[in-house]
């Protein structure tokens, strides 16, 4: 993109920042965006649990307690961590909601250990949709990370050292996170701006469809169908449990027209333990809405755990099929009891909640799975 058409287009970042622990590399995380690119707005955000005074903030903690909609303690900084925690996450929310809504923000970014990670990562859950920019520099990017990305779309950098201190190797981990923001709110801003673009994908029809690796070559020739005959817009959701909760959310944000629920495995995994749950609400939000979707019973044969070591010795013992995906992952093959519950899920998830049983077709492979 040439400078003049950069100037032209004025960014407005958002900085997540616990003040009273970083601000530091806070303040040099924000002189590199600002650095990055000509005509840029960046809004320090801190939701620190002790306040704190400085020019560049943008919004105090007094700022964001305006938004707490229950009564605010005389001193914040004197209530239990997890009250305090919670009632700062609920207040940058609502004001990142607002933001939002009015269109003013092209991308939010945060730095932090385990603590502030869980915190902005929570608000960036809660108030921001997907494909909207998220980016965190954590000292935890690099594990578990289920707990802070869920089922979103948020960008995890790992800090490689502490966040403590200015170093060479954490200014240059926190000038690539400037640089990716900058870029992800770049690319964003064109996209949210280009009506010839959101009209296009506007006319056409989005499906969900779940997959799994077994069911691959299902789906490929549903999606070339659709696509070559219809014109239909396909997204596929890897069955992993953080799969099916963005379907989900999708289809609660109206973002999905019809669902062909191929691949119901989370449901086998939420039902026995295994590790690729997507929660107890699956199936709930397509009945909920009325859209048409198809059900089928795809991998509900076997139930998701990791590496051989950490599958439960009660499956072992009981001389379970255990079957290696890959070193990461072990299957368990479903008993009659298991295929029963699930059976008894779907149906019930069905009766409660769906609106237009109509619109729904359940199809049981009859040659197996």
């Known amino acids: 993109m040439s400078p003049s058409r950069d100037t032209q287009m004025p960014l407005l970042i958002v900085i997540l920042g616990t003040c009273d622990t970083k601000i530091a590399e806070l303040l040099y995380l924000r002189s590199q965006i600002i650095d990055d690119t000509e005509n840029a707005s960046v809004l320090l955000v801190d939701v620190g649990r002790n306040p704190v005074s400085d020019p560049a903030i943008s919004i105090f903690q007094d700022d964001l307690l305006k938004y707490n909609a229950h009564s605010t303690p005389p001193e914040l900084s004197e209530t239990p961590r997890s009250r305090f925690t919670e009632t700062i996450t609920d207040c940058a929310t609502q004001y990142l909601q607002e933001l939002q809504s009015k269109g003013r923000i092209h ?46 779309d948020i960008t995890l950098m790992h800090s490689i050292v502490d966040i403590a201190g200015s170093n060479h190797i954490l200014n240059g981990v926190l000038d690539n996170a400037a640089g990716s923001i900058v870029g992800m709110a770049r690319a964003y801003q064109r996209r949210s701006t280009s009506p010839s673009t959101e009209e296009a994908g506007g006319k056409r029809k989005r499906i969900g469809v779940t997959m799994f690796g077994v069911t691959t070559p299902c ?25 099916g909760q963005a379907m989900e959310r999708l289809i609660s944000s109206n973002s999905l027209d019809a669902v062909i629920d191929l691949t119901t495995s989370e449901i086998a995994d939420e039902i026995v333990g295994g590790v690729m749950s997507a929660g107890p609400h699956r199936l709930e939000a397509a009945a909920q809405a009325g859209i048409p979707q198809v059900i089928s019973l795809g991998a509900c044969d076997v139930v998701n755990f990791g590496p051989r070591q950490t599958l439960p010795a009660k499956f072992v013992e009981e001389g379970r099929k255990v079957y290696e995906h890959n070193a990461s992952v072990r299957l368990i093959r479903t008993n009659v009891g298991e295929c029963r519950r699930i059976g008894e899920f779907i149906a019930g998830k069905l009766r409660e909640f769906c609106k237009m049983p109509e619109l729904v077709e359940v199809v049981t492979p009859m040659g197996g799975l």
Request: charge should be neutral.
């Open 107 to 152: 991308g939010v970014i945060s730095l932090g250990g385990s603590s502030g990670t869980s915190l902005t990562s929570t608000v960036m859950r809660r108030a921001l949709p997907f494909l909207m920019p998220k980016l965190i520099v954590s000292t935890v990017a690099s594990g578990d990370t289920a707990p802070y990305v869920g089922e979103t």
């Open 219 to 243: 789906v490929d020739s549903i999606r070339h169908h659709l696509t070559s005959t219809y014109g239909f817009e396909i997204y596929v959701f890897h069955a992993t449990g953080h799969g």
